[in-house]
């Protein structure tokens, strides 16, 4: 038999309100976090916005010596857990050694360590070899990122990161469930971090002509879900994080419950790099795993979070998937993409959609996708347009689609 997984904390650093309830506030009110790139001097980029958290401090969590050393996912991230943390109720000072030992972190990310090497090769190419920094290596590799976290709260536990493009976080998060239903762990640290606004990363974006072009002077608009006139997906960074736990666990230390994790699923078009298989039928069958896995029919379900990345056809072939795993109740079913308010997270997008699951399960609101202007006849589902819904729901859905042709799918219940 399996143990019950629950979520019991959530912490947030998003382009659109740092904190659990700034960012739910601006969220349910459509509020964007989009603007020009303030990170460096974007002239000569052809898309010259990005989702980007802005009044962050991370000498908050790290001294300045140390914050030159890290790429910036790591104080966006240790911000998030902390906050994770306090919010599930941990509190560090009564852990015994056992507690820290038993306290896991498993994080999904892209490429947390890009800014920092990107940095590093700058100085090399230019060079200036005697500034590049002894961490140059270590600290630009992906791993090092659940390394920081264990650290910085002097976590034992297992440290893993998943790095598999836009599904990381939703593959992190799967994991962990996986591992605490089996016994294996007891509560794990999981989610999302992602902070590459670079200048390298935008020009590739560019060459790969997935962002918007013209919407420089009307940032907000840009991110635009579902629409005819959609160009791209908007580059964003941020951290979604929480402690997700045995279900005895929590309720024997009195946790406040956010929901349920009860399913999980994961496929391969096994197609291209970066485009996704036309037919749409490996998300389908992502989502149908994770359905199973919960045990419930396609009729229970309330509420999908889209991945919804406003590129042209992402949000076509994700429709005609969910069409395909839910078939005619799929009309009837609301959803949304956050994305039209952050940007795109790339591999932190799990965890962003998962947190809406989350506190939607716990608020009884759906939140919306705003800049919907020309809906593209070919996305005709209810896509919540524009206004947050008053809405009680039961089961909801997050939904995730990666470069390199993965899927991923998680489902979560109301706790009762």
């Known amino acids: 038999m399996q143990n019950r997984v629950v979520i019991t ?10 904190g659990k309830q700034n960012f739910w506030d601006n969220t349910i009110n459509g509020i964007s976090g989009i603007g020009r790139i303030a990170a460096f001097d974007p002239v000569g980029l052809d898309c010259q916005i990005a989702g980007e958290v802005s009044g962050f401090d991370p000498e908050t969590y790290f001294p300045k010596n140390e914050l030159k050393k890290l790429p910036r996912a790591v104080p966006l991230c240790v911000a998030a857990s902390k906050e994770a943390f306090d919010d599930a109720g941990i ?3 009564s852990f015994s050694e056992e507690d820290f030992e038993s306290l896991g972190v498993i994080v999904g990310t892209g490429g947390a360590g890009f800014d920092f090497s990107e940095k590093q090769f700058a100085l090399y190419y230019s060079d200036q070899k005697k500034k590049v920094s002894p961490y140059a290596i270590s600290n630009s590799l992906v791993g090092m990122l659940s ?9 034992q536990g297992r440290s893993h990161v998943i790095s598999n493009g836009c599904t990381s976080s939703t593959d992190a998060m799967g994991y ?10 007891t509560w794990v640290l999981t989610g999302g971090v992602e902070a590459c606004v670079t200048p390298a990363m935008m020009t590739g974006f560019e060459r790969m002509r997935a962002n918007p072009v013209h919407f420089n002077e009307d940032p907000e608009r840009g991110s635009r879900p579902f629409n005819r006139d959609r160009e791209g997906f908007v580059l964003a960074e941020g951290s979604w994080m929480m402690v997700m736990e045995d279900l005895e666990h929590a309720m024997k230390r009195g946790a406040h419950i956010y929901a349920e994790v009860v399913g999980y699923g994961s496929t391969c078009d096994a197609y291209h790099r970066v485009a996704i298989m036309p037919d749409g039928k490996q998300s389908t069958r992502a989502l149908l795993m994770a359905m199973k896995d919960a045990q419930i029919n396609e009729d229970a379900i309330d509420y999908i979070n889209f991945h919804g990345t406003s590129t042209v056809m992402n949000d076509r072939i994700e429709t005609l998937a969910v069409k395909g795993a839910l078939n005619g109740h ?20 799990g965890a962003l959609g998962s947190t809406i699951c989350l506190l939607s399960l716990q608020e009884s609101v759906l939140t919306p996708t705003i800049n919907m202007e020309t809906p593209d006849p070919d996305c005709d589902l209810d896509y919540i347009a524009n206004t947050s819904r008053d809405k009680s729901i039961d089961i909801a859905i997050s939904n995730c689609i990666s470069f390199g042709s993965k899927n991923s799918a998680l489902v979560f219940r109301r706790f009762s």
């Open 9 to 18: 904390g959530l912490g947030i650093v998003s382009p659109n309100g740092i």
């Open 91 to 93: 509190d560090f000072d």
């Open 147 to 155: 390394s920081e976290i264990s650290m910085k709260f002097g976590l």
């Open 176 to 185: 962990a469930l996986n591992a605490i239903r089996s016994g294996q762990e």
């Open 330 to 349: 799929a009309m009837k079913v609301p959803v949304s993409s956050t994305k039209s308010m952050v940007g795109h997270p790339q591999g932190a997008s």
